[in-house]
């Protein structure tokens, strides 16, 4: 067993401090402030070295110069140079001076190979125009420039660097966080070296307006996205670089408007009268930065610069939404409409009519399915009260019936400031610091999408539905370089980071409002409960709130030498993360079944099922009869920290002029996470115990648990044990301090012409956190700090006659509202009860992600500066993160072909059909590092710079992304082999132990393409002048009045070819057919929520046969040739068991009961991994720029922005059952206007 943590991380830390003072200067990771450099070989007209040739270079803004020397192989570089435009001058005895002009884009590695002719040093060759390097010619890295022009020019719906990223940059998804396949934490921002990243969620996709900085702010941004070079850890970094200010003074001003009163497009989910919603949205802000010059005090011209940015992002909107909401008759107990999607109606029963088990439970159908008024519960009249009435016609359990108005609230101000120093040739130093502060208030849709509640005499409006998500970001970063010899450069960056991030809901959600309902709230809790999730609208409520405060604090060191032909870049980072988690406040539920309107089904026996198409949540809800209860003693907060220690080092072989090689190591320590005052719970699965870093009287007394916890928990038998009693780590989780990942690269140019073609490639290991939400938010969220406590009607082990679905047999003992308010007991040592979980616990052994990646690339220059690039990617994700329910019970059919009797009732009828523990536990959950991931890629990029009026990018990506894990308990959990039917896994699988699954096992269950990545994009965007002005195509000849008029127009534009991929459904049993993929050559009148509507049979799904071609309820237009790829076992229209997959199972003692087939979970469905090709889509932003010159110095740019300016809004993908594709709603939002103003000076 491995030492435990204190040890190792003294030991780290030791390490660590050894290689730091072996350093012996301060220094850091140059890429990742932003900062590139300028490199090549001086050589005369024979193509001979020369050594000793002074280099300048000279910052054309600042004026601030570099100087360094060529060795005796005729090499140089210039590091430390940040993004812009410089000239180089080259001087060597007996030779002509060379001066050049080039563009130097953010952390790139320019080469400049100048030759050199002999003659008088005072005589000058200047080689014109400024040359921007599309091509790599130093390294394997697959990376894209976003510079300055495209930032400041190109559509930006929503002015946010991911948004350009996702249009600019081949192989990112998911909005601009994705990378090649990966998950969004493989991909870090950094802004002059600080991370910008919400380790909550990983990544920056889920609070993107409140993480990056204002686009205004950022000079230039450069996406690694493949084999980067061992000076970074994740698999793909973004590089954002700071604007810096100049010689001069420079800034500006701008304002944008959308408005509803004009270029608003109607939405296909907009009601028939459309009018435009509600939408105001403006960003507006300035920016200014120049020397820093204090009258009569101080000039900073050519060394004290400064640079500050402010931009309001502000929204008010009242975008539509399809929901479903109870019909009007329904909430006055008239359910004779409750038809579901097969036609069938849903007979209710009055529970008041329950006869005895002598009669089979029978019960009296209410007449025309309509309850009396007088039955409604307390708690169905004051919500449906609050819940809005449908504004159209069709049938909620088919289609959605009410027009929602999301009402959004969104304002995010955005500071960052900058100042830079040169202290003289050799030192230079900036300070960065940003702050973001948002505040959003939006529709929460959890667990469907649902309205929030009207006003009414007993409710606010807003109690329920609303969520708000306060962020603040707050960013710094300080950056030291220095030129210690002409060969050796040093650099240091110290950066801290603070985010916190809340998810709440607005205020006026919290109060007691189950003590007005009439509702247990044993733990007085505030706030909304959840109440009904599988209704037809559910109350997802208020009492979910969760959140984290993060501080990242990084120090970052990099060393640059070089010797010979090579290019030593060697350093060390020590990177500090604390964070502070307020876990899930899980809600108080009420649940409501069908069990209480349903009828008792003889044939399903002492499985006590209900008959097919009777009874429904609604109606339960309607008479109050609620399934189960439940109430949560919510968990403590998290407070923990990390720390990691890295080491790198890498050697850039300049073989020859045309042969680059890259070697590179790095090396990473992560010890385990601290969790202060050892505030930390896991789970022993080996040993069946709690495990804790301190005996249980300590977190008694520090409040944690309760003496009445612990003692219920060991009445029923769980076991405690300490960290060192179970031979665990004293963490809870061993160090993973010895992680090396090797880089290997290479770029060979072929030796023809100038333009010749570049062949490049690398193979690098990459790591990356999880998400805290996926991973350490978990520390304290499990017994004996937590406890779940609730009464159920559907539970054996909870039932008052110790059989399962009470309700289905008796008239309901309890009526929400009524005497529902202390139907939880939480308060005695037997309150809990067995089929208790632990939740989510994390395995001992949580590696960080590791990630492998490797290219081939090919890249052609061309004369007129574009560039070809074709790139052949991989990448292979191990270590990701995935949920393990190694207790889920068996489906009773699997239970009873197995066992050949019914599933066990009585108190341990939650426990004892479970595979890892029959008596005590329930569904437990281990999160656990089994994922992987592939993905298989072909690039092909074209980009022209902008030249002669004119630049553009194309681009192609097709991929093959394959994932199992690293979505937590989103997808791919895993099953126990306990779960399947016999015969069902493949004969001779290995399937592991209930300790640790195979990976064969887990492949058969998860592995299928990840269809968050298409399998085809195509991107495009550019920037154009228009020929209208004086001196071009059209308008040569004009005045100087007409040449204002007319002249100064551009267009920018961007837009994207994306395809779908969707996977069918798995939920029926019964017989199959080829799928047959009609697309949109199979229109269809689909009717069957009693509104015809437009649609397309996409593909042969199951659609009733009662359906099909049946006039007003059914689906009209199918072809005759149709036959569905999967029907239920049961399809035979007016059987007992139509649209079911009931089967009769003979049981040993020759008993006959009827259940439903459902043979194992996941990979047992012969369906369950078969993915269609969705609509492929297709939209362009154009923005139309003019630009006025008021003066030389002032400028105002105009500019009309359409997004989506075709209004060309797409098809989502079609019903993965029915096959059906609605029409009603649209994958890209429809065309907007919006108007800009800038005023630069």
């Known amino acids: 067993m491995r030492k435990d943590s204190s040890s190792a991380l003294k030991r780290t830390t030791a390490i660590y401090f050894v290689v730091c003072v072996t350093l012996a200067a301060p220094a850091s990771l140059l890429a990742q402030s932003g900062a590139g450099r300028i490199e090549g070989t001086v050589q005369d007209a024979t193509a001979a070295s020369i050594p000793g040739c002074s280099v300048r270079a000279v910052n054309q803004a600042t004026g601030v110069a570099v100087d360094t020397t060529s060795n005796t192989t005729g090499f140089y570089s210039i590091p430390g140079l940040f993004a812009g435009s410089y000239t180089l001058t080259f001087s060597a005895k007996g030779m002509k001076k060379y001066e050049a002009n080039v563009t130097l884009q953010n952390a790139q590695v320019l080469i400049l190979n100048p030759q050199l002719s002999v003659g008088d040093l005072a005589e000058t060759v200047t080689i014109s125009g400024e040359t921007i390097q599309l091509v790599t010619y130093d390294s394997g890295t697959v990376s894209t420039q976003l510079d300055s022009s495209r930032i400041n020019q190109l559509p930006q719906n929503g002015r946010n660097i991911l948004g350009l990223a996702q249009n600019t940059v081949p192989g990112l998804e998911g909005g601009g966080t994705r990378a090649n396949g990966l998950m969004q934490e493989g991909m870090e921002y950094s802004q002059d070296g600080a991370p910008m990243t919400n380790r909550n969620f990983g990544g920056e996709a889920n609070s993107r307006q409140a993480t990056l900085p204002d686009p205004d702010s950022v000079q230039e941004a450069k996406f690694e996205t493949l084999n980067s070079s061992a000076q970074f850890s994740t698999p793909a970094t973004v590089i954002l670089t700071t604007k810096s200010g100049t010689n001069a003074f420079h800034g500006s001003m701008f304002e944008t408007l959308r408005n509803n009163y004009f270029g608003i497009a109607k939405a296909r989910q907009n009601p028939p009268d459309f009018a435009a919603p509600p939408l105001i949205r403006n960003e507006f802000g300035g920016s200014v930065g120049g020397p820093i010059r204090i009258p009569k005090l101080y000039d900073g011209r050519n060394k004290s610069f ?53 009669n089979n439970f029978m019960r009296t159908p209410f007449p025309n399915n309509q309850i009396p008024i007088s039955r409604i519960s307390p708690l169905a009249k004051t919500l449906y009260a609050a819940t809005p009435l449908p504004s159209r016609p069709d049938n909620p359990l088919v289609n959605a019936n009410l027009v929602d108005v999301n009402n959004t609230m969104q304002t995010v101000p955005n500071y960052t400031v900058r100042f830079d120093h040169v202290f003289n040739e050799n030192n230079r130093g900036y300070f960065r610091f940003t702050e973001i502060d948002q505040q959003q208030q939006a529709l929460r849709n959890y667990p469907s999408a649902s309205p929030a509640n009207i006003e009414t005499s007993e409710l606010p409006a807003g109690a329920t539905g609303y969520q708000r998500i306060p962020i603040q970001t707050i960013s710094g970063a300080a950056g030291y370089s220095k030129v210690i010899s002409p060969t050796l450069f040093s650099e240091t960056i110290l950066s801290m980071q603070w985010q916190r991030m809340y998810v709440e809901g607005p205020e006026v959600s919290y109060k007691n409002y189950e003590k007005q309902f009439g509702l247990p709230n044993n733990f007085g809790q505030n706030g909304f409960p959840a109440i009904g999730a599988n209704l037809i609208m559910p109350y997802g409520g208020s009492m979910w709130l969760y959140g984290m405060s993060q501080r990242l604090t990084t120090l970052d060191e990099n060393l640059n030498k070089i010797w010979g032909r090579h290019q030593f870049m060697f350093g060390a980072r020590v990177r500090h993360e604390k ?293 052949y990617v991989y990448t292979h994700g191990t270590n990701l993160d995935q949920n393990y329910q190694y207790n889920n019970a068996p489906s009773t059919y699997v239970w009873e072909v197995k066992t050949g009797t019914i599933p066990p009732t009585g108190r341990f009828a939650s426990t004892a059909t479970r595979p890892y523990d029959q008596t005590t536990w329930g569904g437990n959950v281990m999160s656990m590092k089994t994922g992987w991931s592939n993905n298989s890629a072909l690039q092909v990029n074209y980009q022209r710079p902008f030249r002669r009026g004119f630049g553009y990018q194309m681009f192609y990506v097709y991929s093959r992304a394959f994932r199992v894990g690293g979505n937590t308990f989103r997808d791919n959990t895993i099953q126990p082999a306990a779960n399947y039917a016999p015969g069902v896994l493949p004969s001779g699988m290995d399937v592991g132990t209930i300790y640790e699954p195979s990976r064969e096992f887990n492949r058969y269950q998860n592995y299928k393409l990840d269809t968050a990545i298409p399998t085809h994009r195509v991107s495009f965007n550019g920037i154009a002048e228009l020929p209208f002005v004086k001196g071009k195509k059209y308008g040569a000849n004009v005045n100087r009045f007409v040449d204002a008029l007319i002249g100064g127009f551009e267009v920018a534009f961007a837009g994207t070819v994306v395809s779908q991929m969707f996977p069918v459904a798995a939920a029926n049993w019964g017989a199959t057919n080829p799928v047959e993929l009609y697309k949109d050559s199979v229109p269809v009148e689909d009717c069957r929520s009693g509104v015809c509507r437009p649609a397309y049979l996409w593909f042969n799904g199951y659609i009733a046969p009662n359906l099909v071609n049946s006039g007003s309820r059914g689906v009209n237009g199918v072809p005759a040739s149709y036959k569905p790829y999967l029907a239920p076992i049961n399809n035979t229209p007016g059987t007992p068991n139509f649209g079911n997959n009931n089967v009769t199972v003979t049981l040993k003692d020759g008993r006959q009961v009827v259940t439903a087939y459902a043979p194992g979970p996941a990979g047992a469905h012969p369906y369950s991994r078969t993915m269609l090709s969705g609509p492929t889509n297709y939209q362009t932003d154009i923005s139309l720029y003019k630009t006025f010159s008021i003066s030389e110095r002032w400028k105002l740019r105009i500019n009309i922005d359409a997004f989506n300016a075709f209004n060309i809004q797409g098809y989502v993908n079609p019903n993965a059952s029915d096959g059906i594709q609605q029409l009603q709603t649209s994958y890209w939002t429809p065309r907007q206007i919006q108007l800009t103003a800038r005023l630069s000076f």
């Open 306 to 358: 400064f640079f500050y940015a402010y931009e309001r992002f502000s929204l008010r909107q009242k975008a539509n939404q399809l929901v479903r909401v109870p019909t009007v008759p329904m909430r006055s107990g008239d359910f004779s409409g409750l038809i579901n999607s097969a036609g069938l109606l849903q007979q209710l029963y009055d529970p008041n009519s329950t006869q005895g088990a002598a």
């Open 579 to 871: 964070f502070g988690y307020m876990s899930d406040r899980s809600p108080d539920q009420i649940a409501f079944t069908n069990q209480a309107t349903a009828i008792y089904d003889p044939a399903t026996g002492a499985n006590y099922g209900a008959r097919p198409n009777t009874g429904y949540p609604d109606g339960d809800f309607f008479l109050g009869a609620a399934s189960s209860f439940s109430q949560i003693r919510n968990s403590p907060f998290n407070d923990c920290s990390l720390i990691e220690y890295d080491f790198y080092f890498q050697d850039n072989w300049r073989v020859s002029q045309n042969l680059t090689i890259n070697f590179g190591i790095r090396w990473e320590a992560h010890p385990a996470p601290k969790a202060k005052n050892d505030y930390l719970v896991t789970f022993d699965i080996k040993n069946k115990a709690v495990a804790l870093p301190r005996e249980l009287d300590y977190y008694v007394q520090q409040g944690l648990t309760s003496e009445a916890i612990i003692t219920n928990l060991k009445n029923l038998g769980v076991k405690f044990e300490t960290m060192e009693q179970g031979g665990l780590p004293s963490r809870g989780f061993y160090d993973e301090n010895w992680n090396f990942m090797p880089r290997i690269g290479f770029a060979y140019r072929l030796p023809y012409s100038r333009n010749s073609m570049v062949l490049r490639g690398g193979y690098g290991e990459y790591i990356y956190p999880v998400p805290v939400r996926n991973s350490i938010r978990y520390l304290t969220a499990s017994y004996p700090f937590t406890a779940s406590y609730s009464t159920s009607y559907t539970s054996a082990t909870q039932s008052p006659d110790g059989l399962p679905n009470y309700l289905l047999r008796n008239v309901p003992p309890v009526i929400t509202g009524v005497n529902s308010a202390d139907v939880v007991n939480t308060n005695s040592v037997t309150a809990l009860l067995p089929g208790i979980s632990t939740g989510t616990t994390l395995n001992s052994k949580y590696p960080p992600a590791r990630v492998r990646t490797a290219n081939m690339t090919v890249e052609q220059p061309f004369k007129d500066g574009s560039a070809l690039r074709v790139s």
